[in-house]
């Protein structure tokens, strides 16, 4: 493609990254962690500028008219970035993948190790989400790894200082800045070629909605692990305690919509729907969810707009919830496995026949029995942290932490062996 000046920036700043990364990649683990812990330091030192950062980017996304829902994915205060820091301070606590195997001892006395070793430079793209802008510096660089970031532009002020922030805790641990590369340019032509880094980019991971992801998928040039939209769901099965599945989906819907592991859909079986849904609806009324339903739903709840073919297919990302009455696990299984995008399902009930069932037929990432479908996240999986949640089935699948950001490599010691 041709180079104009926004691709010779972001080939500018993927070299760098690049020959930084193969520096970096032998940095002992000890060193590893005392530079998360001083990047997680830095942050807070600069809380001042990174707050007013974010101030100018919620001033500019509301103006422009994104969704209160979204501004909350965008929003940073001290509390969110003492989490954000505590994070960062979990992933340096974590065990370091980096090294680790497994060994072999071959007939002809060929010694073969099988160890983690680093991608190499580690890009991302996604959208307006300022802690993945640390999570995914800290992920990488936890693994030996560089990062090159392309955030959204609704971020772009927020991933700006939250990236200078983090450059100089490097910088004064005595490690390359460009360890950690950041695209400020939101022209879409950015995106394009960091699509087309071959060579410099090792593997590039898409986090955000689903036109985000396709484009990425269909377009890039380098190797693309594939995160996927949220379109999950709840069944609520005829043995289920109903108490339990309204706050079940109450969490799973309303304690943050904008969020890929919340529910978009809910399927209730048809022997308890009369008793369940005027309870969900209930429950739900403080967040004024919009409820859109089919026939069977609008006859227990009137005030339910009809729903259609779209409404089942959508990530609405918003206080709405399509609703559905089935007349059993095996169709709550066809449903979810019809329009689900691989990311997270689950079942409320007391049944081990349908729970073994739904675990074993539900083709997605993540399967809960009797759970919240919002636990499926890095932290609340033990990860510390994660740069996405894959929805694919090679080389990484559901949230994604250190292990996911290593590739294997063989190591072999002989003595003269020829073959």
């Known amino acids: 493609m041709e180079k104009n000046e926004i691709y010779l920036q972001v080939e500018n700043i993927c070299r760098a990254a690049k020959a930084a990364s193969r520096a970096y990649g032998s940095t002992g683990t000890a060193e590893k962690n005392a530079l998360l812990c001083a990047m997680a330091d830095q942050l807070m030192a600069d809380l001042d500028e990174i707050l007013t950062a974010n101030e100018r980017d919620l001033a500019n996304a509301a103006e422009n008219g994104v969704p209160k829902t979204m501004l909350d994915r965008l929003k940073l205060d001290e509390k969110r970035m003492k989490g954000i820091c505590d994070a960062l301070r979990e992933v340096a606590a974590l065990p370091d993948p980096i090294g680790s195997g497994e060994r072999t001892v071959r007939p002809n006395g060929l010694v073969i190790q099988k160890v983690r070793a680093p991608m190499g430079c580690v890009a991302m793209i996604y959208e307006a989400r300022p802690n993945v802008t640390v999570d995914a510096a800290a992920l990488c660089l936890k693994t030996g790894n560089a990062v090159v970031l392309r955030g959204g532009k609704e971020a772009i002020q927020s991933g700006t200082a939250l990236v200078a922030s983090m450059r100089k805790a490097l910088a004064a641990k005595g490690f390359s800045p460009d360890l950690i590369g950041f695209i400020t340019s939101t022209d879409r032509a950015g995106s394009t070629a960091l699509m087309n880094m071959r060579g410099l980019v090792d593997v590039l991971i898409p986090r955000g909605g689903k036109g985000l992801i396709r484009a990425v ?42 969020v890929c592991n919340a529910i978009e859909t809910l399927l209730v079986h048809e022997s308890v729907a009369a008793e369940y849904l005027p309870m969900m609806a209930e429950a739900m009324k403080p967040w004024s969810v919009e409820i859109r339903g089919d026939e069977a739903t609008r006859a227990i709840l009137p005030e339910a707009v009809p729903a259609t073919e779209e409404d ?37 009930t007391r049944s081990i026949e349908h729970a073994d069932k739904f675990r074993a037929l539900i083709d997605s990432a993540a399967v809960y029995v009797n759970a919240s479908t919002r636990f499926t996240d890095g932290g609340e999986f033990g990860f510390g942290a994660e740069i996405g949640i894959s929805t694919q089935k090679l080389h990484a699948r559901g949230p994604m932490g250190l292990m996911a950001l290593t590739t294997d490599k063989y190591l072999i010691d002989g003595d003269g062996q020829v073959r």
């Open 217 to 258: 998928v269909e377009n890039a040039k380098v190797p693309v692990i594939e995160t996927g939209a949220g379109n999950c769901h709840l069944y609520v099965d005829e043995t289920a305690d109903l108490a339990k599945a309204v706050t079940v989906a109450v969490n799973a819907k309303c304690s943050r919509p904008s």
């Open 312 to 348: 089942y297919e959508t990530e609405y990302n918003d206080y709405i919830l399509a609703v559905r009455v089935v007349d059993g696990v095996d169709t709550a299984i066809d449903h979810i496995n019809t329009y689900s995008t691989g990311h997270s399902e689950a079942i409320m």
